[in-house]
């Protein structure tokens, strides 16, 4: 009799044994997923904080980007978009490409987005572009040479006028072409378009109202600005052409109404225009 009683409680004893063992694997088990359900969603986090967007821009719209005496890319585009990013906490690269290159980099997806004193206009938003809410308020404005004797429209009868080309200024100078009779030559970057001016061989030229004040005055261009050949102007803007890339669009516009407040955007704009 205390043999099958001791069979029985050995049995039991065994069975015991092997149910704790089985909970303690399923326990683990659990654990384990749950480990790797945490660690993926770590993961997927760390990758959506590493995103660094593309930003693309001019190489030469002083004050709004250029290189300074020290070799390094600076301007009010570039301050600001610092500003921002620092702002809502976004990573991002900018590169330098020059405007045509900066424009096509953001149309094949090269590149997230474009920040290059663009103006906003219709024509722009017809053809894809989706713009940030505007930055910085410009005029395009003629500009000729120091002594010369234009004073007004009518005086570029028969002459031609330089522009940059896909700008508001080269928009500018074909709207009165025709009107007043002159022609239009396209350049690629502002400085060659100044120096076709200086050289002789354009009458004017066509620039943003603040680009050419800053490049006259730093640069000591023999170039001026006459007194009512300006536009009515137009904000500037930054863009995306995908609307996958909204996110950034988002964080563009919210970190520049909060810098607007906190009074970093005047700080910046006045350290470049005062």
């Given at each position: 009799m205390k043999k099958i009683l001791a069979l029985i409680l050995s049995t039991l004893l065994i069975s015991s044994a092997v149910l704790t063992g089985c909970g303690s694997q399923n326990n683990q088990n659990t654990a384990d997923q749950s480990s790797n359900t945490a660690e993926t969603s770590q993961n997927s986090n760390s990758?959506?904080?590493?995103?660094?967007?593309?930003i693309a821009t001019d190489t030469v719209f002083k004050p709004?980007?250029?290189?300074?005496?020290?070799?390094?890319?600076?301007?009010?585009?570039?301050?600001?978009?610092?500003a921002i990013a620092e702002d809502q906490g976004f990573k991002y690269e900018l590169q330098s490409l020059g405007w045509d290159?900066?424009?096509?980099?953001?149309?094949?997806?090269?590149?997230?987005g474009l920040?290059?004193?663009?103006?906003?206009?219709?024509?722009?938003?017809?053809?894809?572009?989706?713009?940030?809410d505007g930055y910085y308020n410009a005029t395009q404005t003629f500009v000729v040479a120091e002594g010369s004797d234009i004073k007004s429209f009518e005086d570029l009868k028969g002459k031609n006028v330089a522009v940059k080309?896909?700008?508001?200024?080269?928009?500018?100078?074909?709207?009165?072409?025709?009107q007043y009779g002159f022609t239009v030559t396209v350049f690629e970057d502002s400085p060659t378009m100044y120096q076709d001016v200086i050289l002789g061989n354009s009458a004017a030229c066509v620039?943003?109202?603040?680009?050419?004040?800053?490049s006259i005055k730093e640069g000591n261009?023999?170039?001026?600005?006459?007194?009512?050949?300006?536009?009515?102007?137009?904000?500037?803007?930054?863009?995306?052409?995908?609307e996958a890339n909204q996110e950034l669009l988002d964080m563009?516009?919210?970190?520049?109404?909060?810098?607007?407040?906190?009074?970093?955007?005047?700080?910046?704009?006045?350290?470049?225009?005062k």
């Open positions: 990758t959506s904080s590493d995103k660094v967007w593309i709004f980007e250029y290189t300074n005496e020290n070799n390094e890319f600076v301007g009010i585009d570039v301050d600001l978009l610092a290159a900066a424009v096509a980099a953001v149309q094949a997806g090269q590149a997230d920040i290059a004193g663009a103006t906003i206009k219709q024509e722009r938003i017809d053809s894809g572009w989706i713009f940030s080309n896909g700008t508001a200024g080269a928009d500018f100078a074909n709207s009165l072409k025709d620039e943003d109202t603040p680009i050419m004040a800053v261009l023999p170039l001026m600005i006459p007194e009512g050949m300006e536009s009515e102007g137009a904000p500037y803007g930054f863009a995306i052409m995908n563009f516009n919210a970190g520049l109404a909060n810098i607007k407040a906190n009074g970093k955007y005047d700080e910046i704009l006045n350290k470049y225009l």
